[in-house]
Nanobody, 122 residues
Framework: QVQLVESGGGVVQAGGSLRLSCAAS????????MGWYRQAPGKQRELVAAITSSGSTNYADSVKGRFTISRDNAKNTVSLQMNSLKPEDTAVYYC????????????????WGQGTQVTVSS
């Protein structure tokens, strides 16, 4: 059983920083792309940032220059450093990863974490 567990959400004032972390665990063979999505009340879930297994990154325009995604392939973790936070960054943040398990080598499935709340007060 593969699962993703997030940590690091919370409440912060505008201009502050938070760091989200996500750890993949279970019977993992390989992890391809990993990323962070967010969903604000009444809005669709959107991509925030993604990182490939080789370290290439992609960011939503709204977070470029403020957020940094990173991963540790040895520990099966992905992190999101969020600086200069704005009230519009308030959302539930979800970790996402494409993972091949030991039961299905080279077959990548889409896994999601349970979500962590980030609230930025003005």
């Amino acid at each position: 059983q593969v699962q993703l567990v997030e940590s690091g959400g919370g409440v912060v004032q505008a201009g502050g920083s938070l760091r989200l972390s996500c750890a993949a665990s279970g019977s993992i063979f390989s992890i391809d792309a990993m990323g962070w999505y967010r969903q604000a009340p009444g809005k669709q879930r959107e991509l925030v940032a993604a990182i490939t297994s080789s370290g290439s990154t992609n960011y939503a325009d709204s977070v470029k220059g403020r957020f940094t995604i990173s991963r540790d392939n040895a520990k099966n973790t992905v992190s999101l450093q969020m600086n200069s936070l704005k009230p519009e960054d308030t959302a539930v943040y979800y970790c996402n990863a494409f993972i091949a398990s030991m039961d299905h080598l080279y077959v990548y499935y889409d896994y999601w974490g349970q979500g962590t709340q980030v609230t930025v007060s003005s």
